[in-house]
């Protein structure tokens, strides 16, 4: 039967051979255990001395154990004492407070509880007693509407910027830790994003020309033309911050830390669909979707616009601004005049419209029909008159 002591000799063999190296306090490294032994669990961590860690940072809600023999876990190396190495996956509620001064030594997170609002921030308590202070700066790397409901009452990771006075003056910085991830995050980024790949993220921050959406450790921006194929006016009234979305990756700029992201280009092209089903001559109706100096545009279907030129309103009347013949959100009864396939633009008019030369065009050709109608009446007339000479004529030789 395989002991525990047997795993752990077996393991410990295993390391041997393996170069020496060497840790400075706060350290992060990865680490296989190799024995348990009550509170006390022992690591393979490529060093030529063994070392330990506090069990009780592994045990779930129920006391209960969740790492064995053989499990890799991530840690910090929290201090060196002679032989012996002391490490940390966190300093946690349950962890010693003596290991506090060295965790803020060593930059090694803390865990803590975000107990109430004070002036200037908030009251956190560490490994359960010990009070502590988190400046608002430093709660995280965004700024938030609500601090006070985002924030108390939560579990916490943080890095200790200040240890004073044996401990009774502890300041906190959430955002450090933060900003250490996120750094680890966008070296493995770097790695795996490229440009035209297809990425999930979710919206961190809505600005008027565009989102932001986390990619797991980095941000980039979707502009906001690039949000959709249909024109959006107002972001927050299709978008929400937390919101997650598909995003193609437009451009990587590392050196700037600018990602250029699209949204539009998961959807389907509506011009692939739609325009195929329109033709120069047809007539429709449309939504007057903008306003613009120079004229109306008219959606034809979701992403697909049309632009009736401000000299085609107002019926001839000479207009200082569309507004003064349509509005926003308007139907209108349309002709589609021409289709431009290459440039994605397409001229409209008003199913009533009359160009200056049709409207010549129909003046000449009622000028003609009148000119026309007069001769045939001239000639009527004449006929008449001759009609009756004759009549007369025959009548003087009859009698």
């Not at 296989?32 to 030529?48: H, Q």
């Not at 995003?247 to 539009?264: Q, Y």
């Not at 349309?334 to 440039?343: C, F, P, Q, R």
Request: proline letters at 3%.
């Amino acid at each position: 039967m395989t002991t525990d002591n047997d795993n752990f000799e077996a393991l410990l063999n295993a390391s041997e051979g393996v170069p020496a190296r060497k840790l400075s306090p706060g350290q992060k490294t990865q680490a296989t255990i190799v024995g348990i032994d009550g509170e006390t669990i022992f690591l393979d961590v490529g060093l030529k001395s063994e070392g330990v860690i506090n069990s009780s940072e592994f045990v779930d809600e129920e006391g209960k154990l969740k790492v064995a023999i053989g499990d890799t876990i991530e840690v910090y190396l929290l201090k060196s004492s002679g032989s012996e190495q002391l490490f940390t996956a966190k300093i946690g509620s349950g962890a010693s407070s003596a290991h506090l001064e060295e965790a803020w030594r060593g930059s090694v997170p803390v865990e803590g509880y975000v107990k109430a609002e004070i002036k200037g921030g908030f009251e956190v308590t560490l490994s359960g007693n010990i009070r502590s202070f988190c400046p608002y700066s430093q709660m995280g790397l965004r700024r938030v509407e609500n601090p006070v409901e985002e924030y108390v009452g939560r579990h916490m990771t943080f890095i200790i910027t200040r240890y004073d006075e044996n401990g009774r003056n502890i300041v906190l910085s959430a955002r450090a830790y933060q900003e250490e991830e996120r750094r680890q995050k966008k070296e493995l980024l770097q790695e795996t994003l490229a440009e035209g790949q297809t990425v999930e993220g979710v919206i961190s921050s809505i600005r008027p020309f565009g989102l932001f959406v986390d990619l797991g450790g980095v941000d980039g921006l979707v502009p906001i033309s690039e949000v959709g194929w249909s024109r959006v006016e107002n972001l927050e009234d299709s978008f929400h911050t937390g919101q997650q979305v598909s995003t193609v990756i437009k451009g990587l700029d590392w050196e700037n830390d600018r990602i250029s992201l699209s949204i539009k280009e998961t959807m389907e092209d509506p011009w692939e669909k739609t325009v195929a089903s329109l033709s120069e001559g047809k007539n429709l109706v449309g939504t007057v979707s903008r306003l613009a100096s120079f004229g109306a545009f008219v959606t034809l279907a979701p992403g697909v616009d049309g632009l009736i030129h401000i000299s085609k309103l107002g019926q001839g009347r000479r207009l200082n601004h569309p507004r003064e013949a349509v509005e926003a959100g308007q139907d209108i009864e349309i002709v589609i005049e021409s289709i431009d396939l290459d440039s994605r633009r397409i001229s409209l008019a008003p199913s009533d419209y009359v160009s200056t030369e049709e409207k010549e065009e129909k003046e000449h050709q009622e000028f003609k029909s009148y000119l026309s109608s007069d001769e045939k009446k001239k000639k009527s007339s004449q006929m008449g008159s001759l009609g009756a000479l004759l009549k007369a004529k025959l009548e003087e030789k009859n009698r």
